[in-house]
């Protein structure tokens, strides 16, 4: 028995000390760019993509599964320009600005006045974007693109997906215009790109929710981190007047949105600095905290998981390679990543405050993507798969066979168990 207890308590060291590191690691890496910190606003960076792992000798890929969140866009609320404007506007009426606050309002009103008439629009940058992870997948996987593979894309109903898409297949067609593809909008595949709102025979009603042990603490971890008084005191003389209505954390939110989302317009826009990179950093762990919390409603996405499973046994059923691209949304792409139980998403946490390890919405920005590459062995028929997030190679939750790359029958095992059969 004491024996059995050492092992355990060196086990546990162990894995502390992995946590540790990841921990440090993670730090390090939010301290050296205060833009990791703009999460979902950040821009997706390719140049960062991981050298990938060269496939099992006698393998080759048949199928790729893509899920892609749109690019740089305007604000996707007309509220972040028009709440603003009104509420810094209505201080400025009643003598209520500080001279920040004179200085924001004065800047602010005109990019409003612009900005809201392309409120969720793709910006050019969103546009280059996809175009360059198109090439990127080409490139990557040349072996299967020079087979004439049947390539199918689809998107959500957003315009935004949808030019999203239209970039992406632009991209590959600059690689190689003879490409066979075809892109669609339509319902019939809402459950590949926005599950919620599935058709069908994949349409599933309310579902039951996944456990959050620290769901409870998130918004005490706001409250905790994030001082919302001293910020909006850098703006108004008296915070508890403006026409907000007592929304104070509600109209910061929006501010934060506002200033994080410049990264993805084409153009400068000229705001007086009003976070702090610290403030920004506590803005950020709150979102992988919030992200972490709503992960309780993944289930609601279950559709996904499900036509990920189908799909993959129809294209490896033909002899021809195929290729599935699928555009959507950020939130979408969180729970995609929760239920296929990619990297550290999915897990439990210790506590809100090390969410942001285990749930890095610096993973999910503009642009994001997952990528699941199938291999097939030209001797046996085995299928391998492996997963690559924004371009580099993540784990899969169940034991690879040889680096990044495991049994699909094993996966496909593990998302029936976990998923699949869950689905009310």
């Not at 092992?7 to 000390?17: K, P, W």
């Not at 109903?157 to 600059?174: T, V």
């Not at 729970?335 to 210790?350: D, H, M, N, R, S």
Request: proline content about 5%; charged content about 25%; hydrophobic content about 40%.
């Amino acid at each position: 028995m004491k024996k059995i207890s050492l092992i355990v308590a060196a086990l546990m060291l162990i894995c502390i000390g992995a946590i540790a590191q990841d921990k440090a690691k993670e730090d390090a890496l939010l301290a050296s760019d205060v833009y990791y910190s703009y999460g979902y606003n950040d821009y997706i960076r390719l140049d960062e993509a991981t050298p990938l792992t060269k496939a099992p000798k006698g393998y080759e890929p048949v199928y790729i599964a893509h899920y892609g969140r749109h690019g740089s866009r305007y604000a996707w609320n007309s509220k972040t320009y028009t709440w603003i404007d009104e509420v810094l506007t209505d201080a400025l009426s009643k003598d209520n600005l500080t001279d920040f606050g004179k200085e924001l309002q004065a800047a602010y009103k005109p990019f409003a006045e612009f900005a809201v008439q392309h409120t969720g629009e793709l910006t050019r940058k969103g546009w280059d974007q996809h175009r360059a992870i198109a090439h990127h997948m080409y490139s990557n996987n040349k072996a299967l693109f020079k087979k004439n593979p049947k390539i199918e894309a689809a998107s959500s109903s957003s315009p935004r997906a949808m030019m999203s898409m239209a970039a992406f297949c632009a991209g590959l067609k600059e690689c190689n215009p003879k490409l066979d593809l075809w892109a669609q909008m339509s319902p019939v595949y809402f459950s590949d790109c926005i599950p919620e709102a599935s058709v069908g025979k994949d349409k599933i009603g309310p579902q039951d929710a996944r456990p959050n042990a620290h769901s409870s603490e998130v918004g005490d971890f706001y409250h905790r981190t994030v001082d919302t008084d001293a910020i909006l005191g850098r703006i108004f003389k008296n915070i508890d007047t403006p026409s907000y209505e007592g929304k104070k954390t509600s109209f910061l939110f929006e501010l934060y949105v506002a200033y994080i989302g410049l990264r993805s317009l084409d153009f400068e826009v000229e705001l007086p600095r009003l976070f702090s990179d610290s403030e920004f950093l506590a803005m950020y762990k709150y979102d992988c905290a919030n992200f972490y919390r709503e992960s309780q409603n993944a289930m609601t996405y279950a559709p996904i998981i499900k036509r990920l499973v189908e799909s993959a046994e129809e294209a490896l059923a033909q002899d021809r390679p195929s290729v599935k691209l699928r555009f959507g949304h950020d939130y979408v792409l969180n729970q995609y990543l929760v239920l296929a139980g990619i990297g550290t998403f999915g897990k439990e946490i210790p506590s809100a405050d090390e969410a942001y390890l285990y749930y890095p919405v610096r993973k999910i920005p503009m642009g994001a993507n997952i990528q699941f590459i199938f291999y097939r062995s030209k001797k046996t028929g085995d299928v391998l798969v492996k997963v690559l997030q924004n371009g580099s190679e993540t784990t899969l939750p169940v034991e690879p066979v040889e680096g990044p790359y495991y049994r699909w029958s094993d996966y496909k095992a593990w998302l029936e168990q976990n998923v699949i059969s869950k689905i009310k």
